[in-house]
């Protein structure tokens, strides 16, 4: 197949407003010492929230759960999990 006819698209988005910035960064310092729960593939592990490693996926990620993704910018809902307790904020939503 010819480079020329291969064509990709990507989506991003733009810097966090300082707002949600501030807010993503006070939510990081309340967090410490909390865990959540996330089931995946029938199994549910309870994984600490580390602010350093990321947001929530990339949390569980780094806990070796396989959890599904593709733009990680809030755009193609492929990490689209049900929140059953608790509150978490998005720090980008394009919707
Ligand atoms: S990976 Fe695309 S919205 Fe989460």
Redo the contacts with the bound molecule.
């Keep these: 197949m010819s480079p020329a006819v291969i064509l990709s698209e990507r989506f991003a988005t733009g810097p966090i407003s300082a707002e949600r910035a501030a807010a993503a960064h006070a939510l990081a310092k309340r967090g410490g010492g909390v865990s959540f729960s996330a089931t995946l593939g029938g199994g549910r592990r309870t994984i600490p929230f580390e602010a350093a490693l990321g947001d929530l ?1 990339d949390i569980a990620r780094a806990a070796s759960l396989h959890a599904p ?12 999990a049900r929140v059953t307790a608790g509150e978490v904020t998005m720090t980008t939503n394009t919707a």
Aim: hydrophobic share 45%; proline share 0%.
């Design positions: 996926l993704f593709a733009c990680k910018a809030g755009v193609c809902a492929t990490c689209r």
